[in-house]
Structure formats: structure tokens, C-alpha cells
């Protein structure tokens, strides 16, 4: 075997400070070198020195460790401190490996979009956060320079307000339906519509979902969901309905489409549903929330939405992501084999009952855990980038995170004075963005659980929100028709 990488026996002069014998151990539970002893007031820069030694990564990574689920933020005796610890076993300290870019927080408003005529209802940055589209109540999508933070487009065909916006995993097109359940294609490049109209749905349009990169890199299907119970999967080559899925007695709410071949709905028939994309076959519902399901969030929904792109690689100026189909699709899977590790892709939803549950819909249809604690309506759910928090955002004015693992309650952000319609992560996991029905916008700081910074500058309620994925901004829209960046 290898020599074990040298690690000073002792690491500090003072000889009466108590020493402990700690392990490292993965996430996963794996252990790291063998014991060794360290004084009991060892802080983390320290601890991640010695743990960088043992992995022997060209590149050192950022750590964060945790004793017995608690972080260790400022030494390890103070995080010792209100647990009760034998001194005679070797303590496991969990490492885990942090991003490697730093996402800064967004603290000023640059612009004030004005060009939508009415509400907006949805904000959406392309997967390298390239560019940024909006659809409104005017009827309208307007896509935006972000160089010169200026109106470039306006995308006009739909006939009644755009309820929802998806775009392609690839960047090179953009999905919008509206009220009049009409579904629209557009090329962000010239704001021009590509192929016909996907008409079939008989009420509107609540969701769209496009399917993965890594499963397709043609970005050629496309998922929707209707208030009308059906799911329909569109071929937007050919620019037809491929498959109809119903089952749902009610309004569908909310599709996505998972990195393993695997479609999810919900529904206000309380149930979720998971279906296979191939063939359209219904495998399992999943039953335990008592009142509509609003939304769902995926595990892997964030490097699913990003595909090829790595974050850590942006520049300032970003570009679209370069290489033939078979390196896009390659580079997808590889991100997504990553972040999804080897645990299945786990998925988290959100009621009007107040409650959220987590599942495994791949492999089980009972939920892994029931998240009790908002006490209104839950609007909506979102895993952090790194899978590791959910953060839920309701009509209770708070947002509350779990581990994104077992569920388990973490804490709430309070600060919001009315209800809080739509959440978004940083690149990095580290911030959250939210916004309300009480015109503001609020940074959140995921680790010290608290407020960073607060945005006003809307005149009215703040419908939407994203956070671009390469981290440099974040957009805002809402009742007072203005896009914020």
C-alpha cells in the first residue's frame, strides 16, 4: 500500500489543551486516513489543511465539516459544546466538498426593465444566463440584452396571457404557453418564432419541461402540462403531439422530466404521477398529500436546466456552450452522473395542505418523509444546486429549508411581510433569492441562516424570480410591469 501522507502527530505547543481522536469520513460515510489526534480547539481552516493532505487532490478544495449533523464554523470544541461527547472514541467529522466559485451577492438594482404593457408573470435566464426572457399578461414574451441591460426583443403570437417559459437545455430555444393553451417556439438569437403553433390542450398551459441534454442533445421534445389533466410530450421537430398521458382527474400543475427517462406530474387530484417518457406508461402514483399538489422540485433540476454548462467555468460575458452534439451530451452526463451520485434522483413536493414530501418516485411510491411546519399554502419548492437544502417558499411569509436528504427541518427566514411567491438559488448554493407579494426582494445567507441583504425597488407584488445560472445577476418581475435586474 501507499505510505499514509505524513499529518504531525501533535498540532499545537500548548500541551494542556484537551486532544481528541477524530476520523474524517465522506458523505457517504466513507472514512478518510486512519484516526489521528488533534487539539479539542482545532478550527476549520486547520481542519481543512490536514483533510486536503490526506485527499491529495492537485487542486485543494473548500471543505465544510459537521459533528453529528452540526457544523463546525468557528472551532470544533465551541460546536462540541452543547453535545455530549466521549472523549475515548474516535469522533467522525463528516467533510464535505463546498463550490469551488464564490457567487457575490447581488446588492443594487442596475436597471428598471420597462416594455411589458401588463403584469409579469415570469422571468427566465437561458441555461449559460446568456439571455434573459419574460412573458407576461400583455400576450407578449420580450426577450433582454444583458450587456446593455435593454429590451431586444418582443416575441408576439400568443393571443392571452404567457403563463409559463421553459427554455431549451441547450439555450437555443425558448418554450412559452399561454391561457389560450397554445404552446409557441422561439429563436432568442432574433425573437423570431420557430415552426408552428403546438395546439392541442383544451385549457391552459401550466408547465413546461423540456427533455435532458444528456438524453437527447437535439433538444427536440417537449412536455407540458394543462389545467385541462393531461400531460402532452410534443415532437417540436416535426411540430406535432407525440404522446398524450392522462390519468390525472384534475388540473395538472407541474411536470418535470428527470435525468433517468422518468416524467413526473402533479395535480390538483392530490396525486403525483410518474410516467415513462419512451412510452408514455404510467408507473407509479404517489398518494399522501390531502389537498392539491402546486408544486415539485427534482434533486437534479439544476444541472438538468444548465445541461452542458459548469458554472464555475463562466466568464463575464457568456457565451453559449460550443462542441458537437456528442460533446454537449457527454458533458451533460458527466454533470449530471455527479451531482446525482448514486442515490436516485429524489424529488420534493409542495401542497395547499401546508405540507411537503419527499420521495424516491423512481424506486418507491411510499414518501421517504412528511415536512410539516408552514402554516399556509406552500407556493414553491426548490433544491439547492448542490442537492443538499430544500428551500419551500409560502403564503406564510416565511421560507423554510430541510436537508435535502432526509427532509429534516433546518430553519426558518423570516423577514417578508406578506406572502412569498417564487425562491431561486445561487450558482453556488450559498444564497437564496425571494420574492413577495410585499414588492420587495430578499438575499437570504443559506449557512448563516439569515437575511443578507433586501431589495426594494418594485412598485407592487413580485411574481417572479430568477438568479442567472452563471451567478452575475438575478431578475425580477411582477404586478408593476417592470422587469428589475
Not at 474524517?24 to 486536503?52: H, M, W, Y
Not at 412510452?279 to 433540476?301: I, K, P
Not at 436516485?344 to 420521495?359: A, H, I, K, N, Y
Amino acid at each position: 500500500p501507499a505510505p499514509e501522507p505524513a499529518v504531525p502527530q501533535s498540532m499545537s505547543p500548548d500541551e494542556d489543551v484537551q486532544r481528541l481522536l477524530i476520523q474524517f469520513r465522506d458523505e457517504a460515510g466513507e472514512s478518510l486516513g486512519s484516526p489521528f489526534d488533534v487539539p479539542v480547539n482545532i478550527t476549520p481552516d486547520k481542519l481543512q489543511l490536514v483533510c486536503n493532505a490526506l485527499l491529495q487532490k492537485d487542486e485543494p478544495v473548500p471543505l465544510a465539516f459537521f459533528v453529528h449533523d452540526a457544523e463546525i464554523v468557528a472551532s470544533l470544541e465551541k460546536t462540541l459544546a452543547g453535545q455530549t461527547v466521549e472523549t475515548e472514541k474516535v469522533l467522525d467529522i463528516i467533510y464535505q466538498p463546498q463550490a469551488v466559485f464564490r457567487v457575490r451577492a447581488v446588492t443594487r438594482c442596475t436597471s428598471s426593465l420597462e416594455g411589458h404593457t401588463e403584469a409579469v408573470i415570469s422571468v427566465a435566464f437561458s441555461p449559460t444566463g446568456k439571455y434573459l426572457a419574460s412573458g407576461s399578461g400583455d400576450t407578449t414574451v420580450r426577450f433582454w440584452d444583458l450587456s446593455t441591460e435593454t429590451p431586444q426583443f418582443t416575441a408576439k403570437g400568443h393571443r392571452h396571457w404567457v403563463l409559463s417559459i421553459a427554455w431549451s437545455p441547450d439555450g437555443k430555444k425558448l418554450a412559452s404557453g399561454c391561457k389560450n393553451s397554445q404552446i409557441f417556439l422561439w429563436d432568442p438569437a432574433t425573437g423570431n418564432q420557430i415552426g408552428r403553433v403546438l395546439t392541442g390542450h383544451s385549457k391552459w398551459i401550466t408547465c413546461l419541461c423540456w427533455e435532458p441534454l444528456h438524453i437527447n442533445p437535439e433538444c427536440r421534445y417537449l412536455a407540458s402540462a394543462s389545467k385541462d389533466g393531461s400531460i402532452r410530450i410534443w415532437d417540436t421537430l416535426m411540430g406535432r403531439c407525440d404522446k398524450i398521458l392522462t390519468s390525472h382527474t384534475q388540473s395538472v400543475t407541474c411536470v418535470k422530466w428527470g435525468g433517468n427517462g422518468l416524467l413526473y406530474s402533479s395535480s390538483q387530484d392530490r396525486t403525483i404521477k410518474v410516467w415513462r417518457s419512451q412510452d408514455g406508461v404510467l408507473c407509479r402514483t404517489l398518494q399522501g398529500h390531502a389537498h392539491w399538489v402546486n408544486t415539485m422540485a427534482l434533486s437534479t433540476d439544476y444541472v438538468l436546466r444548465t445541461g452542458a454548462f459548469e458554472p464555475a467555468e463562466a466568464t463575464i460575458n457568456p457565451q453559449d456552450v460550443s462542441g458537437s452534439l456528442a460533446e454537449l451530451k457527454d458533458k451533460a452526463q458527466q454533470r449530471y452522473d455527479q451531482v446525482r451520485g448514486q442515490e436516485p434522483e429524489r424529488l420534493v413536493s409542495g401542497s395547499d395542505d401546508f405540507t411537503l414530501f419527499l420521495w424516491r418516485p423512481a424506486e418507491d411510491k411510499k414518501p421517504l418523509e412528511r415536512m410539516t411546519g408552514h402554516q399556509a399554502l406552500i407556493n414553491q419548492v426548490l433544491f439547492s444546486p448542490d442537492t443538499r437544502i430544500i428551500a419551500s417558499a409560502s403564503f406564510d411569509k416565511s421560507i423554510k429549508l430541510w436537508d435535502g436528504r432526509t427532509g429534516k427541518y433546518l430553519t426558518s427566514l423570516r423577514g417578508h411581510v406578506s406572502a412569498v411567491y417564487q425562491i431561486a438559488w445561487s450558482a453556488d448554493s450559498r444564497l437564496l433569492v425571494s420574492g413577495s407579494s410585499d414588492s420587495t426582494l430578499k438575499v437570504w445567507d443559506a449557512k448563516m441562516k439569515k437575511l443578507a441583504i433586501d431589495l426594494p425597488g418594485h412598485a407592487d407584488e413580485v411574481y417572479a424570480t430568477d438568479w442567472s445560472p452563471d451567478g452575475q445577476r438575478v431578475a425580477s418581475g411582477g404586478k408593476d410591469k417592470c422587469l428589475r435586474m
